[in-house]
C-alpha cells in the first residue's frame, strides 16, 4: 500500500498538473505572494481550509477531502482522472528486470492511455525516431504467447533485456527482435522459451527538448 502524500506532496502534484510555477500558482489562485505555499512546503502549516478553497474554485476538478486529508483521489471525478500509470524514473531496459526492488517515484496520469500497469523512460538509441532516447513508454504486461508480430514490446529473456519491434522467425520456436534503426542494429533471433516476461508498448510520451 502507497503511503499517503504529505501536505506539500498534495500542493505540488496540483501544481505539477496545472503546468504552472509555484509563485504563478499562488497568484492564480488569489494569494499574494507564494511564501504562503513555501511554508506549507517547510512543513510550518498545514492547508487551511482557505488554500484548499481556493484551489477547488480554480480548478474544481480537484477533490477538496483529497487536498486537506490525502484521503481518496486528487480529482473529484474520476473521468477527468484519467489512467493513474506509477511511473519509474529509471531506463525501461535497466530497470524493468529488477521491477520488483524497485518503488514508483511518482504517477502518471494520462487519460487516453487505456489499460498500462506502469511507464518508464526510454534511454537507447536503437529504435530510432520512432522512439527517441528519453521516451517515456507506457507498458502493459501481456504472456508471450500474446505477442502480434510487427508492434513494439520489451522483452525480458534469460540473456538480454532490450525494446524492440518483434517479429516472426523464419525458424520454428523463435522470434526476431528488430531495431527501429536497422542501419545500424542489428536483428536479434532469440528462443521464445527463453522469454521470461514481456511488456507491450501501449503509447509513448515523447519529450521534445
Not at 477538496?64 to 483521489?73: A, F, N, S, V
Not at 513508454?137 to 540473456?159: M, N
Not at 533471433?189 to 522469454?195: C, E, G, K, R, T
Request: proline residues 4%; charged residues 25%; contains cysteine.
Amino acid at each position: 500500500m502507497r503511503e499517503k502524500q504529505n501536505n506539500w506532496q498534495r500542493i505540488e502534484a496540483v501544481i505539477k498538473w496545472a503546468n504552472m510555477s509555484t509563485n504563478y500558482f499562488a497568484r492564480y489562485i488569489g494569494l499574494a505572494r507564494g511564501e504562503n505555499l513555501y511554508q506549507i512546503k517547510r512543513g510550518n502549516n498545514g492547508i487551511s481550509l482557505d488554500v484548499a478553497d481556493r484551489i477547488v474554485s480554480k480548478f474544481p476538478q480537484i477533490d477538496k477531502l483529497w487536498l486537506l486529508t490525502g484521503e481518496g483521489q486528487m480529482f473529484a471525478d474520476e473521468r477527468l482522472r484519467g489512467s493513474q500509470i506509477p511511473f519509474y524514473d529509471v531506463d525501461v531496459e535497466q530497470g524493468i528486470g529488477i521491477l520488483d526492488r524497485l518503488e514508483p517515484s511518482s504517477n502518471l496520469i494520462v487519460p487516453p492511455a487505456g489499460d498500462c500497469d506502469l511507464a518508464m523512460s526510454y534511454a537507447g538509441r536503437a529504435m530510432g525516431a520512432c522512439l527517441p532516447p528519453g521516451t517515456v513508454v507506457l507498458l502493459k504486461a501481456v504472456d508471450r504467447d500474446a505477442i502480434i508480430p510487427g508492434e513494439e514490446y520489451v522483452i525480458v529473456s534469460q540473456k538480454i533485456v532490450t525494446l524492440r519491434i518483434v517479429r516472426a522467425a523464419d525458424e520454428e520456436g523463435k522470434v526476431r527482435l528488430v531495431a527501429g534503426d536497422r542501419d545500424h542494429y542489428d536483428d536479434i533471433l532469440l528462443n521464445v522459451s527463453d522469454i521470461v516476461s514481456v511488456y507491450k508498448v501501449k503509447g509513448k510520451l515523447i519529450i521534445n527538448s
